[in-house]
């Protein structure tokens, strides 16, 4: 029987987590949209200030997962939490718990330094992502609708600093 794990991902993991945002994107029709590099990914998340961890899953020492997050803080709790920006399983491997491991693990990297919390955003359109992430426990915030800005947008409101 092959070995699995969950383990905390190192910038020789760049290029598999990588691939494995592709493999969002494929799955939600939206590849095109990724301007993301692994460079990017071995700069942002393994550098002297990262924006993120990552969790790998792997199985048989091939990666099949990731769970990719970032520290959050909610001033109405009082408490750090994570944000799960990206949960990828290869699809292959669906179905054999390692995205509610992964949520787990997050979890419990979180509680370690105090985190009660976990939020992240699902597609509107991912309807089987939607029912795992209720059978996981996870409720749709009603009360909340994400806004964001970007580009041409972004740039200029950056811009309007006295």
């Keep these: 029987m092959a070995s699995s794990a969950i383990r905390l991902a190192t910038s020789e993991d760049a290029g598999a987590i990588h691939a494995m945002i592709l493999g969002i994107g494929a799955v939600l029709g939206q590849a095109h949209k990724i301007a993301g590099t692994v460079e990017d990914i071995r700069r942002w998340g393994f550098g002297p200030d990262p924006a993120f961890e990552a969790l790998i899953a792997e199985e048989g020492g091939r990666p099949v ?4 997050y970032f520290r959050s803080f909610s001033t109405w709790r009082g408490r750090p939490g994570a944000y799960v920006q990206d949960l ?3 699809p292959a491997c ?5 995205g509610r491991r992964l949520l787990a ?15 992240l955003s699902v ?3 991912n309807i089987a992502a939607q029912g795992f ?8 915030a009603a009360d909340d609708l994400i806004h964001q800005i ?6 200029r409101l950056a811009g309007e600093v006295d």
């Design 65 to 68: 997962g990731l769970c990719l």
């Design 150 to 155: 970007d580009g041409e947008d972004f740039q």
């Design 88 to 90: 990828y399983v290869d």
């Design 94 to 98: 669906r179905g054999g718990g390692w």
């Design 133 to 140: 992430y209720a059978r996981a426990g996870f409720r749709h």
């Design 105 to 119: 693990a997050c979890a419990a990297r979180s509680a370690e330094t105090g985190g009660a919390y976990i939020r």
């Design 123 to 125: 597609d509107a359109a």
